[in-house]
């Protein structure tokens, strides 16, 4: 019985550090840990992603304004091209 007390007391102490270990191999708080290096660099290429994100959606709108612009051209010169055609046709 004294005997399975101890192996037991070892094997508690000895699970109580490979927790220890682990608890700290895991932090993502602890950039030398490698949860913490992924963590950083996830949290980089996340940031990156969103800068992207807003430039994209900065450029598209850009689009959008100019692509009404054109429409808004285009539908003028097609009612002048209407309005010459007529005035060629009255010509001839």
């Known amino acids: 019985v004294a005997a399975l007390q101890e192996e037991k007391s070892i094997l508690l102490a000895e699970n109580q550090i490979l927790m ?6 895991d ?9 913490g290096r ?4 996830l949290q980089t290429q996340l940031e ?4 992207e994100t ?5 450029a598209k ?3 959008r304004i100019r692509c009404e ?5 285009t539908a003028e010169l097609r009612q002048q091209t ?6 060629a046709e009255e010509a001839q």
């Open 48 to 51: 990156h992603l969103q800068e």
């Open 27 to 35: 932090s993502t708080e602890d950039p030398n840990s490698p949860a």
């Open 38 to 41: 992924r963590h950083l660099q």
């Open 82 to 87: 209407e309005e010459l055609s007529t005035l």
């Open 69 to 73: 612009e054109l429409e808004k051209e």
């Open 54 to 58: 807003f430039r994209l959606e900065a």
């Open 61 to 63: 709108d850009d689009y």
């Open 20 to 25: 220890e270990r682990l608890n700290q191999s």
